[in-house]
């Protein structure tokens, strides 16, 4: 059963700092290897001192080449591409152990966080006509879903600033971040690599977030 007694929640509001990185058909395989800077913007709803809804706003370049990879297979083909990244994030933070910024005392905790996001990019693909090389070019600009799964830990800076620190990997639902897999049937396109995996993407950064609103009650949920 559900109560609630409150009149008001604690909410807050902050910057999100770091890097990227890709890991899919092209360069590397490492999964956190940011090589890239990644920015974007936060907000929480601390519904209890375990759990919060959150959202996210991000944006960032992706960018790999198979000279960097350690697969000699790779580096023989030579491919390497360039993309953009913005996505809109929403869904539930959980803590391990109770978060509550006004108790005093300096507070901290490790943290899980998953939801939905949809983000937006650069439709790629690789030309054979007219094109023999290795560049691989945009055509067109496509949306998807991906589910985020980070983890992170955060922890008091005073009384009314948080500091965090995540990694954050987003299985998406295409294999066309890196040009692989083209989502449209493109006359003359070229497809290489595991076309039955998808790309991922990886965030990894720091959160600094400023807390606001009365003092919560943290009503039963």
């Known amino acids: ?62 960018k790999a080449s198979d000279l960097d990879a350690s697969d000699s297979r790779r580096q023989q083909r030579g491919l390497n591409f360039e993309n953009t990244l913005t996505e809109l994030s929403i869904g539930l933070e959980y803590t391990f152990w109770d978060f509550n910024m006004y108790s005093g005392r300096p507070q901290g905790t490790p943290y899980l966080y998953t939801g939905l996001t949809v983000f937006q990019y650069k439709a790629l693909f690789k030309p054979t006509r007219n094109n023999p090389g290795n560049e691989i070019i945009d055509y067109d600009s496509a949306i998807s879903p991906a589910i985020p799964m980070v983890i992170g830990y955060k922890t008091t800076v005073g009384t009314h600033f948080v500091l965090g620190f995540e990694i954050g990997a987003r299985y998406t639902f295409t294999d066309d971040l890196d040009g692989s897999n083209p989502v449209k049937d493109l006359e003359g396109r070229f497809q290489f690599g595991n076309t039955n995996s998808q790309d991922w993407y990886v965030f990894s950064g720091v959160t600094l977030t400023y807390t606001f609103g009365r003092q919560p009650c943290y009503c039963n949920f």
Not at 8 to 32: F, K, P, S
């Open 1 to 62: 059963m559900f109560t609630f007694t409150c009149s008001a929640q604690t909410y807050e509001v902050g910057v999100w700092l770091g890097g990227a990185n890709y890991i899919g058909d092209i360069g590397r395989t490492n999964y956190v290897a940011p090589n890239t800077a990644a920015f974007g913007a936060i907000f929480k709803w601390n519904r209890s001192s375990r759990h919060s809804f959150r959202g996210t706003f991000m944006h960032s370049n992706i």
